[in-house]
């Protein structure tokens, strides 16, 4: 892993994948490990495009984070969570699950000199924590992790917390209860897309009418 800026983020830096980083021993199980939970996908090695326009958003309009109570969801890299507290944020919240991850977070962190409260496991199944802001990127990757989102970010909203989506338009966003905000081309450098500029977007997510 190298520490590099982040593309179209320059102030912010993360450990990042490169093409010598052997990341792909992380897929496969070692000896012993049987029984064990299948290994997760290294999404905290890349910085992809809803946590990039997020985290872009944040910087660019410090006042929506300033004084408040952050919840990065989803952290991965923590970039989003890195950039609330970079604007500003009173205390920011990284909950992630992937146990490499977690370490990815914390010298993430480090490296940028911020403070931020790490919550390992799955937060989705309970009650919101005490914040008063949910920063989601790129949560809507897949149909079951949308579907085990949205519980949870419902009940932040009916909790007064607001929740802001960050998302290149990938196929299970939840189009019809998102308030578009902004957009920036920004690299999708964990997707397929090789890291070319392509439109994301910062959603605010609306409680359902009725």
């Given at each position: 892993m190298r520490l590099a800026p982040v593309p179209g983020l320059p102030e912010i830096r993360l450990y990042l994948a490169h093409p010598g980083s052997g990341?792909?021993?992380?897929l496969e199980?070692?000896?012993?490990?049987?029984?064990?939970?299948e290994p997760q996908p290294p999404y905290w090695a890349y910085a992809w495009a809803g946590g990039a326009v997020l985290a872009r958003y944040v910087l660019d309009r410090p006042?929506?984070?300033?004084?408040k109570r952050v919840l990065d969801l989803g952290a991965g890299s923590g970039l989003v969570g890195i950039a609330a507290a970079k604007a500003g944020a009173?205390?920011?919240i990284a909950a992630e699950v992937d146990r490499n991850g977690i370490v990815a977070l914390g010298l993430n962190a480090q490296?940028?000199?911020?403070?931020?409260q790490i919550c390992e496991g799955d937060v989705t199944g309970g009650a919101p924590p005490a914040v008063d802001l949910v920063l989601a990127g790129d949560?809507?990757?897949?149909?079951?992790?949308g579907q085990r989102m949205m519980p949870f970010l419902d009940r932040c909203l009916a909790a007064g917390i607001y929740v802001l989506v960050g998302d290149p338009g990938r196929a299970w966003l939840p189009r019809s209860r998102l308030c578009l905000l902004g957009e920036y081309q920004v690299p999708d450098v964990g997707g397929n897309g090789g890291g070319e500029p392509k439109p994301s977007a910062v959603f605010a997510l609306v409680a359902e009418p009725g």
């Open positions: 990341l792909r021993r992380l199980p070692d000896d012993g490990d049987e029984g064990e939970a006042s929506i984070v300033a004084g009173r205390a920011v490296a940028n000199g911020v403070a931020i949560v809507f990757y897949a149909q079951n992790v």
